[in-house]
């Protein structure tokens, strides 16, 4: 059996649920994609009450109603998002109700992760675990909380694969590499994203990972010449320049949502041919896929009532206004878009929307131009 999801896998996962749209699934080439995806990331997370909660039973409502994509990173919640993802998963493969094989799981790496419980003086674990540790160089360690250094990101891997439970992840993201810019130059920074990709394309031969990518938040959005701006084009350049036409680089992470939807009417990337397209439109040029974060923008979109027109024109108006957002969110050949939630009630009420079918394009250029846009 495989450990990774699969073309048969994932289509016998969706078989489960005949009555969603046909809209709701997506085939990226290789595997079936819910549209909708859980993600397990939760703000300030030194904060203890964030771990009273946990996202297992939340993970396991979602694959068993119809979710099969789930989203995170080592840094969440210092580790805990991912064990209590590996817990779930842990149970629903012991108990039949899910296989390796029908779910696709995405981690991320590039913050010190630290862990839970605290450690008494965060720089102590850092100078034991990751210096003292030979994960990398104090100067690779930027702000204290960043880290692109191969040894530290091999690691990471590991202990993510660990965390969790499983053999292989099928995407990993190198989390925020902008993060680094202002701290060093953009040459530095480039020459540690090729040193990243080589390791991660040793990665998929090793059998850790499918397929890699970057998941940033303002880097693939800003204007060209920004101080943390990143090139598309320049990242799959890298790829190409340490794993040749048929390197692994595939995905693309970044918001998209009702409030931030730059990566849908901005043109900031330069695609194959040197043209300036939206960063969608770049993504898709270059034969990536992408993943919308911050559907629900943190639950921040919804301070007040949506216009009307708005719930109108995304076919959602006898619906709520949540489920208006991520039907933006997934729309504009957006792979899966990605939400948070820690109750299982919740991610039950957001699959309303697998009943409907999927925004069209002339629906979504009327929101992107409506004056009732958030």
């Known amino acids: 059996m495989a450990g ?4 048969e896998g994932t289509f016998d996962y969706l078989k489960q649920f005949p009555k969603y749209s046909r809209d709701f699934y997506r085939f990226n080439g290789e595997a079936f994609l819910s549209s909708l995806g859980l993600g397990t990331f939760r703000k300030e997370p030194y904060r203890e009450e964030n771990y009273v909660i946990s996202y297992k039973d939340a993970v396991k409502s979602a694959v068993l109603n119809g979710i099969n994509v789930i989203d995170t990173a080592i840094n969440y919640r210092y580790q805990t998002s991912e064990r209590e993802i590996g817990e779930a998963l842990s149970e629903l493969f012991a108990e039949g109700k899910a296989t390796r094989e029908q779910l696709f799981v995405t981690s991320k790496a590039g913050f010190v992760p630290l862990d839970f419980p605290f450690p008494e003086n965060p720089y102590d674990w ?4 990751i210096i003292e540790g030979g994960l990398a160089e ?3 360690v930027v702000i204290d909380q960043h880290c692109l ?3 530290f990101l091999r690691w990471s891997v590991d202990t993510s694969l660990k965390n969790l439970g499983l053999e292989t992840l099928d995407v990993l993201f190198l989390h925020n590499p902008e993060t680094q810019l202002g701290y060093v130059d953009y040459m530095t920074l480039r020459m540690r994203i090729a040193q990243a990709f080589k390791l991660f394309e040793s990665l998929v031969q090793e059998g850790k990972i499918r397929a890699y990518g970057i998941a940033a938040w303002n880097a693939f959005l800003n204007e060209q010449g920004h101080a943390e701006y990143l090139s598309l084009k320049d990242m799959v350049s890298i790829a190409e320049e340490v794993g040749g036409k048929e390197h692994h680089f595939k995905y693309i992470e970044s918001p998209f949502n009702l409030a931030k939807p730059h990566a849908s009417n901005y043109a900031n990337q330069q695609g194959p041919d040197g043209r ?3 960063l969608l439109q770049a993504v898709h040029g ?3 896929q992408f993943f919308a974060a911050s559907s629900l923008l943190q ?3 919804f301070k007040g009532k949506f216009d009307r027109r708005l719930s109108e024109t995304l076919g959602t108006s006898e619906l709520t206004d949540i489920i208006s957002a991520l039907q933006f969110a997934r729309a504009g050949g957006v792979s899966s878009a990605l939400f948070g939630s820690v109750d299982p009630k919740h ?3 957001n699959l309303l929307l697998a009943y409907l079918p999927q925004l069209s394009n002339e629906a979504l250029q009327l929101v992107l131009k409506g004056d009732y846009a958030v």
Do not use: C
Not at 126 to 129: A, D, F, G, L, V
């Open 4 to 7: 990774y999801a699969t073309k």
């Open 149 to 151: 250094s191969p040894a």
């Open 299 to 301: 639950m921040n979109l």
């Open 126 to 129: 850092i100078q034991s675990t």
């Open 347 to 349: 991610v039950e009420d």
């Open 138 to 140: 104090k100067d690779e």
């Open 286 to 288: 270059y034969g990536l």
């Open 276 to 278: 300036y397209y939206t």
